[in-house]
């Protein structure tokens, strides 16, 4: 996130006028402490900051914990932002200059333990840390003859299409900038309900009563309604086994960027156990919701139990979560270390609970793939759609695919 423009430093120009004589350096410190803010993610701009300005007229400079709360209340606007701002106040109030030995204030309060530091922590260090100065490439002595990039291809194109297991760390960050942006429109469905509509297509008897008595008994107009419609659920049934652990990792952050678009989303995940991280996946913060979820996930990287995990969805959750025509995307490979064991049976009963089950499996990427491995033979036939999903491509054509009518579902023998 880029820092502010130049016209807040003059903005805050005229607020450090109200701050105090003699005070001079604090507006300037306070612009500088917002734009450490924004380079860690938080949304302040020149609204945030004269109201911070403000504040501080009301407060005894000299308490820290009076300036501490004032800022916060008028500069944060969100619970899971808390954190963020507290790491920030920690590390900038100590040193307004802290930003040029941010590795020693880093080790304040982020790496102060062996174990991995806290997101807040760790987006601290990166947001104090001054960006490298890019070197000044040297003037060519004498002009270079044109290039022909017809049949070139540009780095977001190849990006696309590669495989997430072949990514480097930085063509991961960048794939999951983009999952960020996709969006979701999940076909809308009519449900029960109705809603009020003058140009509605049903008559809606109750309503012109009503009104007629208002009006002493005579029908002067007809009261229409029409029916709503809405997206279906969607449930995410994930396998996070060591074959998959690398695409469970991007996956998960489709699942996040999906669950805060939209609403009706419930997300499991699966290994030697099926844990239902719906509620950690709705942190806004990507970061701290993933930090959640490594809390309550113990099974991460280890064996897969597809069946078990299935049959105790069906048993546990399918009720609750399956209603009103849910749409199911079940994310494994279909290697399960128990074989076929209950596979068939617990995928056909799932198939039965929802309205469209789409497998998408890693595998697919592999231009000869057969299905061989016993889970796979097993699970194949229950589904509704066998699909890729190993690039930003094949999660491109699943949102287009979701997007979309349903197809007629075939019958199983």
Known sequence: MSDMPDHLGQAMQLASAGIGAGRGALAGNLLAFGRLLRR?????????????????????????????????????????????FDQAFLLFWRDPEAGRNAA?????????????????????????????QQPTPPQPPEERPPVEVA?????????????????????????????????????ERPTRRFRPDRGGPVTDLRATLRESLRMGGEVLSLERRRRVVRPPPLVALCDISG??????????????????????????????????VTRQLKSRDAE??????????????GGTRIGESIE??????????????????????????????????????????????????????WEGFQPRSQGIRAML?????FRPVHNLQSLRALVATLSGPQPVRRLVA
């Open 312 to 365: 105790l969805f069906n048993r546990l959750w399918a009720r609750r979560v399956l209603g009103q025509g849910a749409v199911v995307l079940l994310i494994t490979d279909g290697l399960d270390r128990e074989g076929a064991k209950g596979l068939a049976e617990a995928t056909d009963r799932l198939r039965h609970s929802c309205r469209r089950l789409i497998w998408l499996n890693p595998l697919l990427r």
């Open 381 to 385: 036939p229950h589904v509704d759609e």
């Open 104 to 132: 020693a204030m880093a080790m304040i309060d982020g790496f102060k333990e062996r174990d991995k530091p806290p997101p807040a922590s760790r987006r601290m260090a990166e947001a104090m840390t001054p960006p490298p």
């Open 243 to 276: 074959s998959m652990s690398r695409y469970a990792q991007i996956l998960l952050h489709f699942l996040h960027a999906v669950t805060n678009d939209r609403d009706r989303v419930s997300s499991f995940l699966f290994g030697t156990r099926l844990t239902n």
């Open 288 to 301: 701290v919701a993933f930090e959640m979820i490594s809390h309550v996930v113990p099974d991460w990287s």
């Open 151 to 187: 049949m070139t291809v540009s780095e977001r194109e190849r990006l696309q299409g590669m495989d997430f297991e072949a990514m480097s760390a930085a063509e991961i960050a960048a794939a999951k900038q983009e999952i960020r942006r996709l969006v979701l429109p999940l076909d």
């Open 40 to 84: 860690a993610g938080l949304p302040v701009g020149p609204a945030e900051l004269l109201a911070a300005a403000e504040a501080l007229q009301l407060v005894e400079i000299g308490d820290r914990r009076q300036v501490h709360a004032a800022l916060r209340g008028v500069m944060v606007h969100r619970r899971d932002q808390f954190e963020v």
